[in-house]
């Protein structure tokens, strides 16, 4: 894949807003330089890539989102773990478990299912319901822009994959106290937090903000 570093060409009056990008990790302004279909633009400062066009993307996209969506639900409602300790045995998905705080604990229910389901969910509903069209070649749907504004805007919101890996470290020191078997939905946050990285990896948000302008 060939790398394209910015230009840094510092901003001119003259410029259109819309000729220019900046970085969302440093803040250094950029015209918009070239990008070919299999290269990609990186800031020239702290190398995070800025437009990186994928042809499909968009229906791959979409399949990501798909799948994590299924998953999300299908791991909230399986088993996440069994626990033998002193011959007693419990097991408890992520819906029990959330379900199982009362009084003042409550809000910490409520806080754990929309970080962990309800903000994932929406984000990634609200990223179908934007690509959908623009993969058909159809005009965006009516308030695209501010579907795609809000489903970022979730980005440090959308917790599922960070209760993953705090979940598993939880676990591993758990384990020496007691038998812990790991159920089929902790399999699948496992697999979730790779489908969502590889979901932030393929997405050019640059291409998709340009799509909808169009
Ligand atoms: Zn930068």
Same mark, same amino acid.
């Given at each position: 894949?060939?790398?394209?570093?910015?230009?840094?060409?510092?901003?001119?009056? &003259?410029?259109?807003?819309?000729?220019?990008?900046?970085?969302?990790?440093?803040?250094?302004? #950029?015209?918009?330089?070239?990008? =070919?279909?299999?290269?990609?633009?990186?800031?020239?400062?702290?190398?995070?890539?800025?437009?990186?066009?994928?042809?499909?993307? =968009?229906? &791959?996209?979409?399949?990501?989102?798909?799948?994590?969506?299924?998953?999300?639900?299908?791991?909230?409602?399986?088993?996440?773990?069994?626990?033998?300790?002193? =011959?007693? /045995? /419990?097991?408890?998905?992520?819906?029990?478990?959330?379900?199982?705080? /009362?009084?003042?604990?409550?809000?910490?229910?409520?806080? !754990?299912?929309?970080?962990?389901?309800?903000?994932?969910?929406?984000?990634?509903?609200?990223?179908?319901?934007?690509?959908?069209?623009?993969?058909?070649?159809?005009?965006?749907?009516?308030?695209?822009?501010?579907?795609?504004?809000?489903?970022?805007?979730? !980005?440090?919101?959308?917790?599922?994959?960070?209760?993953?890996?705090?979940?598993?470290?939880?676990?591993?020191?758990?384990?020496?106290?007691?038998? !812990?078997? #790991?159920?089929?939905?902790?399999?699948?946050?496992? +697999?979730?937090?790779?489908? +969502? +990285?590889?979901?932030?990896?393929?997405?050019?948000? #640059?291409?998709?903000?340009?799509?909808?302008?169009?």
């Amino acid at each position: 894949m060939t790398e394209t570093g910015a230009s840094t060409t510092p901003t001119r009056e &003259q410029d259109a807003l819309g000729d220019l990008i900046v970085c969302p990790s440093c803040d250094l302004v #950029y015209t918009v330089p070239d990008v =070919g279909p299999r290269e990609r633009a990186v800031c020239l400062r702290c190398r995070r890539v800025l437009i990186a066009p994928r042809r499909k993307a =968009g229906k &791959q996209l979409i399949a990501l989102a798909l799948t994590v969506l299924i998953l999300i639900v299908a791991a909230s409602i399986f088993p996440f773990l069994a626990i033998d300790a002193g =011959g007693l /045995h /419990h097991k408890a998905s992520i819906l029990d478990t959330a379900l199982a705080f /009362h009084g003042m604990l409550s809000v910490l229910s409520v806080a !754990v299912l929309f970080f962990i389901v309800v903000i994932p969910m929406l984000r990634l509903c609200l990223l179908i319901y934007v690509l959908v069209p623009l993969i058909r070649d159809r005009p965006p749907a009516p308030l695209s822009r501010e579907a795609f504004a809000l489903s970022e805007a979730l !980005v440090p919101w959308s917790m599922a994959e960070i209760f993953a890996i705090g979940c598993a470290v939880a676990l591993v020191k758990l384990s020496d106290l007691a038998d !812990v078997v #790991y159920g089929p939905a902790a399999w699948m946050f496992a +697999v979730l937090v790779v489908l +969502v +990285v590889a979901t932030d990896r393929l997405m050019c948000r #640059y291409s998709i903000w340009k799509s909808l302008e169009s």
